[in-house]
Each structure stands twice: as structure tokens, then as C-alpha cells.
């Protein structure tokens, strides 16, 4: 897979995408992330690559020329799946969103700034928009980030233990049972005992009832018929 990001602050990739599951990724050859800096397809030598809103308005917009002078040139290159552009205004990141972004290509995130984008971009490149939640951010960036590491988490082959991933909470919107490692017991808090028997039966049924219960008390949104005991 694939990941163009397109950015007016590419050094906020640094530190993210070269590091942990996405480096192992990219060195096993299983993802690509490329960062591209929107300010090399800036209109003139001022670098310029945002302007006033027509009709006023506080804050900069981000011009619509080096938007598309990037995507196009992308789009020459190799074909897109989806230009998915990060904004609070869009559809709310889920599990169920990065598993179906995990199934493409090539996709390009793209970052806004500022007030935002020229709306051109929304009514004619982007074919999607992703928020990662509620709240606005300064910009796209850290949301991208997001995508990317939930996204590339769920390639075959980047997780060490294949079924991890699976496992995850969301992934049966039931959310994760609780893990423990050694010693089993420290300063008198005890491990619970079953994980300790050795009998993977019991294991497994502890589990499961462990993510019901937890399920219910902290997320019963995401049970469907929290009341009911299966
Ligand atoms: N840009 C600013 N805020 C954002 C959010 N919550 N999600 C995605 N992109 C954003």
C-alpha cells in the first residue's frame, strides 16, 4: 500500500510515520508513506500558497492551485484509490473506515491549514473527508498521522503476531480484555488466576466475558443490545 500525504508542514512527519510499526512496515516493503510539501507547488517565488477568503473573513485559506498542481501530478504517476482530505467537518474515523482504507492501493491524505481550503478542492478533487473526532485541530497533519499508523497497523505481515491486529478492541465492537505479563504477582496485586492455569479453554471464555463486561461498562454504545447477555 500506498500513502501520499500532501502538507504545508512536512517536518510534523518526522518523529511519526519513520518511527515503530510504520518504519517496520516500510522496511518490510509492505507500505510506502511519501510527504509531500505543498509549498513546492507554490504559484510564485514568494512561496505563496494561501490567500484572504474572497469576501472576508478571518484567517488564510489554502490556494487551490498547489492543491491540484500536486494531485495531478500524483495522479500522473500511478492511480489513486481515494484523496481523502482530513477535516473535522468529515466522516468520523472508525475501525470500520481503517479496515476498508487498509484494502486500497493508493491513497492520498491531504492536510489542510489555516482557515481551511478553497472549497474547489472539497467540490472537485477530494473524493472523500476524515475527521479523526469532534475537536478542531491547527491542521490535518496530526489526523493524518492517525490514519496512516491505523491503517498500516493492519497490512498482513507489519504486526509480529499476525492475529494481533484482529484482536484489537473495535475490531467485534467489543472493546480489548485486559492483558497482563510477569511477575504474576507484584507488591500483592495478583494476576487473576485463570490466566495462570494454563487451560486455554477457560482462557478464552475469561476473555470474551471479560470484553462483554468491559464493554458494557465503559463503552455500552457499542453493544447493540447492551441489556442482553450475549
Ligand atoms: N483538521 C482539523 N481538525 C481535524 C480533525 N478533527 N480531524 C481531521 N482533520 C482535522
Redesign the pocket.
Known sequence: MRIDIITCVPAMFSGTIDQSILKRAADKGLAEIHVHDLRDFAINKHNQIDDYAFGGGAGMVLMIEPIDKCITKLKSERAYDEVIY???D?ET?SQGVSNELSLKKNIILL??HYKGVDERVREHLATRE???????????E???AVVADSVIRLLPGVMNDETSALTDSFQDDLIAPPVYTRPAEYNNWKVPDVLTSGHQAKIEAWRFEQQVQRTKAKRPDLLKNPDSED
Open positions: 482530513m477535516s473535522p468529515g474515523l492536510c489542510g476524515i475527521s479523526i473526532g469532534d475537536y478542531v485541530l491547527t491542521g490535518g496530526l489526523a493524518a
